[in-house]
């Protein structure tokens, strides 16, 4: 197995449990994420994202939280992973059912300096925001809000850490 492999099961292992410090020791400090919701740079808002979204679903959601991953593949170029997760969203309660496609590159220490995300936003917001998501997923105008609200959430989540 490639180190880098190596680095995406223990990432995603790690997930599972909810272990956001493991995942967070994943990434280099220069590291880049980006999905559907967030944009961010630097391992303090990419850990700190995976810290408030594991706290979060610890505290209003262990009882449905699933994961699932599969097709790990990894190489010196970069890797890319298949993953499902179950769980309740804490904004609204409802729960989602999500399946993402990750992409990723590695600095040469074997950290993950790129992490790309790729899911379907309508789907999720639909099961996420209940009406709401279902006639307005598909704009950029719920997208650009949802995106807003999440990185406020960080960025207050990010402060309260700081303390």
Not at 61 to 71: E, H, M, P, Q, S
Not at 96 to 114: C, E, H, L, M, Y
Not at 132 to 142: A, D, E, I, K
Request: charged share 25%; hydrophobic share 40%; proline share 3%.
């Amino acid at each position: 197995m490639h180190p880098n492999q190596q680095t995406l099961e223990t990432f995603y292992s790690a997930f599972a449990r909810l272990d956001a410090a493991s995942m967070g020791n994943c990434y280099a400090p220069d590291a880049v994420f980006e999905d559907e919701v967030f944009s961010l740079h630097g391992k303090r808002e990419v850990a700190g994202m995976w810290r408030m979204l594991c706290e979060a679903t610890r505290t209003k959601g262990a009882d449905v939280w699933k994961l699932a991953y599969r097709d790990v593949q990894a190489d010196a170029g970069g890797g890319q992973v298949h993953w499902d997760a179950h769980y309740r969203f804490s904004t609204t309660g409802r729960i989602v059912d999500n399946s993402i496609d990750a992409r990723f590159t590695f600095d040469p220490q074997g950290k993950i300096s790129r992490h790309r995300d790729r899911f379907d936003f309508w789907l999720w917001s639909r099961q996420a925001l209940g009406g709401p998501g279902l006639l307005l997923g598909w704009t950029p105008m719920l997208r650009n809000k949802v995106r807003s609200m999440a990185s406020a959430n960080l960025a207050r989540f990010l402060a309260g850490q700081a303390r």
